[in-house]
């Protein structure tokens, strides 16, 4: 069976817990804390560490979910749990001050991310504010960093199946990026021995 860890970021209020626990097939872990930063994000409580979930998407897929913390103060969490990570879901709330500035800050603290697997982008409270759009957010990526191939989604948090489509286009891009790597790597390795050998002089 394969198995993916899959990040869940963005900032504070942005629907990740909700997601991984619409997602998740077991129990949630989730380690809060009051929130004392209303001014960005009005709620209770916000994550301090991780959120933790499980899903199997169809019989060979064990996916594990994990939240990060959306606020800078705890972003040593953020070095942590992206070392196993193969790819991350960011979401962004759609009625924030700046949302596009915010996906934009957040790929680029996580490109290696984009590198070792995928990103996929997912604007949510788009009932709150209908902009910016998906062409706003996918133009921005153009500008900003052409060389990355990020999809984009309008979603729900708490819907199952906009969450489900969102997490198998990650899955699929990391698995299709593996699958391409691999025939890639071995014929780096062939190759290898034979760069190395040394020159031999012809005589005459």
């Known amino acids: 069976m394969a198995e993916h860890v899959i990040l869940f970021g963005g900032p504070m209020g942005a629907g990740k817990t909700t997601a991984i626990e619409t997602l998740s ?6 380690t809060e804390a009051a929130n004392t930063d209303r001014a960005t994000a009005d709620k209770d409580t916000t994550t301090v560490a991780l959120d933790y979930g499980e899903i199997t ?4 897929d064990k996916v594990r979910l994990y939240g990060i913390p959306g606020q800078q103060r705890f ?12 790819g991350m ?5 759609n009625d924030a001050a700046d949302p596009v500035g915010e996906m934009l800050t ?16 997912a604007a949510t409270r788009s009932d709150v504010s209908a902009t910016p759009t998906v062409a706003d957010y996918s133009a921005a990526l ?9 999809p984009v ?19 699929a891009n990391i698995e299709m990026r593996e699958m391409f790597a691999a025939p890639a790597a071995a014929a780096a390795a062939s190759a290898a021995p034979l760069a190395a050998q040394p020159a031999v002089a012809v005589a005459e």
């Open 25 to 30: 097939e077991t129990e949630v872990v989730r």
């Open 57 to 60: 998407l169809g019989e060979t």
């Open 75 to 86: 972003d040593f969490m953020w070095t942590i749990l992206k070392e196993r990570a193969k």
């Open 89 to 93: 879901v960011l979401l962004v709330n």
């Open 106 to 121: 957040f790929l680029d603290e996580f490109r290696d991310l984009y590198d070792r697997g995928g990103v996929v982008v």
């Open 142 to 150: 153009t500008e900003r960093r052409p060389d990355l191939v990020v």
């Open 153 to 171: 989604f309008t979603v729900d948090p708490r819907q199952e199946d906009q969450m489900r489509t969102v997490l198998m286009t990650l899955v």
